[in-house]
């Protein structure tokens, strides 16, 4: 299973991490953290929009993942900088119904609890652990790109419990008609994704909150 993790951001680094697993054993493909100048940002509203849609669609194409998982939105935030994060999350959850991938949505203490045992890790506990179960030479830089990586690793642990132990998916947070009619891809890129877990279907956006 090859998962694509993201750790959207408000204002920084927008992290992204592709982690494939054959059930005993997880690799790292592909890391990193996507910066817009600050030139471009001001000579465009919208460039961290786009350019974050069209850096996950290369993404996707590339490296065709099973799913995607990313960050919930942390609620302690204030309203300017929730705004902020919910847009830049918008777009995600776009590129992923453009190209019929299913969306799981992780809390900040989920990931933290899952990947580094206790929900109140740092940034440098998360890269160390995130390391050492990738068994990655070095550590992953900048935290942005690791946390991504320790998103996809939460859900990969999730999934190979769920499946073991035949436990539901989630609760739906966005239904799949509704999303990809505001993507405008019914029809004719769902047959884009043909995997076992998405064939002949539209995206869906679940939680394990």
Do not use: W
């Not at 991490?17 to 493909?29: F, K, Q, W």
């Not at 992923?96 to 809390?107: D, F, K, R």
């Not at 029809?187 to 884009?192: H, S, Y």
Request: hydrophobic share 45%; net charge positive.
């Amino acid at each position: 299973m090859r998962v694509l993790g993201v750790d959207p951001a408000a204002a920084g680094p927008t992290g992204y991490g592709i982690v494939e697993s054959d059930g005993r054993n997880c690799r790292m493909l592909h890391f990193g953290a996507l910066t817009v100048a600050a030139k471009r940002q001001r000579e465009c509203a919208g460039a961290t929009l786009q350019d974050v849609h069209a850096l996950l669609c290369r993404l996707i194409e590339e490296f065709l993942p099973d799913a995607m998982a990313v960050e919930s939105v942390f609620t302690a935030l204030n309203m300017r900088t929730a705004l902020r994060l919910a847009e830049v999350r918008g777009v995600v959850l776009l590129a992923a119904a453009q190209h019929n991938l299913q969306v799981h949505s992780y809390a900040p203490r989920e990931v933290k609890a899952s990947v580094a045992g206790h929900g109140h890790a740092d940034k440098r506990q998360m890269q160390m652990m995130v390391q050492a179960l990738l068994s990655m030479t070095e550590t992953p830089e900048p935290a942005d790109a690791a946390d991504a990586l320790a998103v996809a690793l939460c859900h990969l642990q999730t999934e190979q419990a769920r499946r073991r132990f035949g436990l539901p998916e989630g609760n739906v947070v966005v239904r799949p008609h509704v999303l990809g009619a505001a993507a405008g891809v019914l029809g004719k890129t769902a047959a884009l994704r043909v995997s076992g877990a998405t064939r002949n279907k539209l995206p869906r956006i679940l939680s394990t909150r």
